[in-house]
């Protein structure tokens, strides 16, 4: 098996100051295409990724990249404030009955964003993804509440999924860029446990005879950074986030 973990704003200097680097490294460029307000922009990086090819999130081709007009958006920071439930969809109390997906919880959920990618690598194996943007569908920007209890999957799944017979494995947090990126903890002290974290899930996963790739749509420390990280188990080469695709595919061709 081919364990992909998807940790978004995956730092490469961090790795190397908490000195928990894999064994075979690269930092990978961003292309320009994937940026948006000048800053590379995550459900295009995830989504080109993993098709090999540039592509650019429909939602973010607008100002109002989101989906939530700035309207929509006071309207749900209302409804939350005033614990009145809601739903993706807006309030319709029926959907609950027929749908998985439906619940808000009481937070507001900032960014919608669809699954847009038509194809993915991960359409060509046997494989399981967990919520990766563009690619899985349904994938929603949250807040923090969301981002943590979604980390707690994703850290039962690399804890798990080797158990079944998967070739191809795409596991996404999106935990620690909110922890880098958006809380006044975004210390290098405060996110030292996750960094540790993520390097003994994929150690774990090594010990039990699988490789692991650890991979980022950019770096995050305040901000996101023009570059992002990549760590294997095996040797690859690899110059820009569009690699990645091509190196799934030879992996996976010579086993
Ligand atoms: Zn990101």
């Not at 098996?1 to 730092?11: K, R």
């Not at 098709?51 to 749900?76: P, Q």
């Not at 850290?155 to 809380?183: F, P, Q, S």
């Not at 996101?224 to 095996?234: E, L, M, S, V, W």
């Amino acid at each position: 098996m081919l364990a992909i973990l998807c940790i978004d704003g995956f730092d490469n200097d961090l790795v190397d100051f908490f000195k928990l680097n894999m064994t075979y490294e690269e930092r990978l460029t961003i292309p320009r295409e994937l940026f948006r307000r000048d800053q590379p922009f995550t459900p295009n990086i995830w989504g080109s990724m993993f098709t090999g090819d540039i592509f650019v999130h429909s939602d973010s081709k607008y100002i109002g990249e989101t989906g939530l007009g700035k309207l929509r958006l006071i309207i749900r920071h209302f409804l939350h404030d005033n614990s009145i439930r809601w739903f993706r969809s807006g309030l319709n109390f029926w959907k609950d009955k027929d749908s998985l997906v439906q619940y808000g919880s009481f937070e507001p959920n900032y960014f919608i964003w669809r699954k847009e990618v038509e194809k993915s690598v991960f359409d060509d194996y046997h494989s399981f993804i967990y919520a990766i943007p563009s690619v899985s569908d349904n994938y929603m920007f949250t807040s923090e509440t969301g981002d943590l209890e979604r980390y707690e999957v994703f850290k039962l799944l690399c804890e798990t999924i080797w158990r079944y017979n998967y070739e191809l494995v795409g596991l996404y947090t999106h935990y620690i860029d909110y922890k880098a990126h958006w809380t006044l903890e975004r210390t290098k002290k405060n996110l030292f446990q996750h960094y540790v974290q993520v390097h003994s899930l994929a150690k774990g996963l090594e010990s039990k005879g699988h490789d692991v790739i650890v991979v980022s749509d950019h770096a995050t420390l305040f901000n996101h950074k023009n570059y992002a990280y990549i760590g294997a188990t095996f040797p690859f080469e690899a110059e820009s986030v569009l690699d990645v695709y091509q190196v799934i595919k030879e992996y996976l061709k010579n086993q």
